[in-house]
């Protein structure tokens, strides 16, 4: 089961060991703290997986 991980800021180490424990070392991430964020691909991404998780 293909989970999709949204960052809203950059990930600390702990974020990023939940990250790696829940989906392992090629997770799917989609940072949206940068200012050239594509949200058609963000929904699109979304759409496309099974779960979502956002992280602040």
Partial sequence: METLHIL???????TNGFIRMI????AKCIQV????????DVVQ?????????CWW
């Fill in 8 to 14: 809203k800021s950059e990930p600390d180490s702990v």
């Fill in 23 to 26: 989906s392992g070392d090629d």
């Fill in 33 to 40: 703290y940068s200012e050239a964020t594509d949200w058609h």
């Fill in 45 to 53: 991404k979304i759409l496309d997986h099974e779960k979502t998780i």
